[in-house]
Each structure stands twice: as structure tokens, then as C-alpha cells.
Antibody
């Protein structure tokens, strides 16, 4: 069974940093591109960042480019999101999601339960 | 960025009756490879999103056949033939043709 388990969400002050992790199991992690999608409280879904299966290609939404860094460790079956210079508008549930073998064009076929990031003083 | 516009944003439905959600994109979602990358997700209350349909009309494994997707170009529709209690939630369309990937605002389906 495919499982994605996020961790690392917390309350952080504006300007602070946080690193999210997503532990994957039940599939060959290194065979799939991965992504982070967030959802602000009571709002819709927003794509944040994606990485290819080898971690050599990374993509970011304009709203986080230069502040967030996506990475992965295929030996540990783990996806990361380093979040720096956090702003109030980054407050959201952050979901880790798997892309199907065809890539992100077909969306995300498995999602984690999410981890809450709250940016507030 | 491609803007995805869903309507209605709220959809009260009687149990056993059909429901239809529209999703329109600001640019054509036809890809140069010949496919059209419009996907639908369901988010039940308190749960993570779940993909229902990919590439306009392909149902994911385990998705009941009362769900169907259709459309082309910039106009797409998700239909539920007979709404059941477990269908309550928010439905999102998402385009996978252009970067960045973008979602619609969501349509909340509730029982009357």
C-alpha cells in the first residue's frame, strides 16, 4: 500500500524557517517525480514545488521561488521542503503527493495526510 | 498562468439525483502530444485530496462509475449520475498541460 507521511509542520514566526519531510513507503520512491501542494485554511489547493525522480530537476511556484527548496533522498525514501523567510501567507496544510509514472500532467495519484504550517508572531 | 474557473462554487443536491460541475480554462488544455491534461480531485471533509479522473475522462482505480468526466479545449465537466452521501465534499479541477500546474477554486457538493 502506498503511504506518504508528512512531518515537520509547526508554529513559526514570520521570517523563520522550517523543514518539512515526507516519508514514502509501499512503492519504489526513486521511480516517481514528487510534489508539494498546499492548502491555506478554508481555501483551495495550490501547487508549491515539484522534483523529478532523481532530484536533479526542481520547479517552484512564483510565490515561493527563492525562499523554498525541494529535495529528496532516494536512499531514505524521503522528500523534503526547506522553507525560509516564511510569511503569514505561507500558513497552510502542506501535502506531499506522488506523481504517476507519466509525470505531473496527469495530476497526483497519491497524497499524504498533510502537515500544518502556521506562520504567526 | 492558466486560470481554472469552476462553477458553481456550491452545489446542493438531492440524494440519488445527478450533479454536474463545470471547469473552464483560460487557455486550451490540448497538449502538443495529442492528449488533454485535465484532472479532477475529490476532497471529503477532513481528508486529503484524492484523484478521481485524469486526462479528462479516465477514472482512477476504485472510483465508482457514477463519476464521469468529459470535455475538450477549454470546457470540461464532471458529472455524478446519482449522488450518494459519500460524495459530499469539495471537487477541484486541475490542468496539467501548462506550467505552473493550476487548480480551480473548488466546488462544494452538499446534500439538500
Amino acid at each position: 500500500e502506498v503511504q506518504l507521511v508528512e512531518s515537520g509542520g509547526n508554529l513559526v514566526q514570520p521570517g523563520g524557517s522550517l523543514r518539512l519531510s515526507c516519508a514514502a513507503s509501499g512503492f519504489i520512491f526513486g521511480n516517481h517525480d514528487m510534489t508539494w501542494v498546499r492548502q491555506a485554511p478554508g481555501k483551495g489547493l495550490e501547487w508549491v514545488s515539484s522534483t523529478n525522480r532523481g532530484g536533479t530537476g526542481t520547479y517552484y511556484a512564483d510565490s515561493v521561488r527563492g525562499r523554498f527548496t525541494i529535495s529528496r533522498d532516494n536512499s531514505k525514501n524521503t522528500l523534503y521542503l526547506q522553507m525560509n523567510s516564511l510569511r503569514a501567507e505561507d500558513t497552510a496544510i502542506y501535502y506531499c503527493a506522488r506523481m504517476p509514472p507519466s509525470g505531473s500532467s496527469e495530476g497526483y495519484d497519491h497524497w499524504g495526510q498533510g502537515t500544518l504550517v502556521t506562520v504567526s508572531s | 498562468d492558466v486560470v481554472m474557473t469552476q462553477s458553481p462554487l456550491s452545489l446542493p443536491v438531492t440524494l440519488g439525483q445527478p450533479a454536474s460541475i463545470s471547469c473552464r480554462s483560460s487557455q486550451s488544455l490540448g497538449h502538443s502530444d495529442g492528449d488533454t491534461y485535465l484532472n479532477w480531485f475529490q476532497q471529503r471533509p477532513g481528508q486529503s485530496p484524492r484523484r478521481l479522473i485524469y486526462k479528462v475522462s479516465n477514472r482512477d482505480s476504485g472510483v465508482p462509475d457514477r463519476f464521469s468526466g468529459s470535455g475538450s479545449g477549454t470546457d470540461f465537466t464532471l458529472k455524478i449520475s446519482r449522488v450518494e452521501v459519500e460524495d459530499v465534499g469539495v471537487y477541484y479541477c486541475m490542468q496539467g498541460t501548462h506550467w505552473p500546474r493550476t487548480f480551480g477554486q473548488g466546488t462544494k457538493v452538499e446534500i439538500k
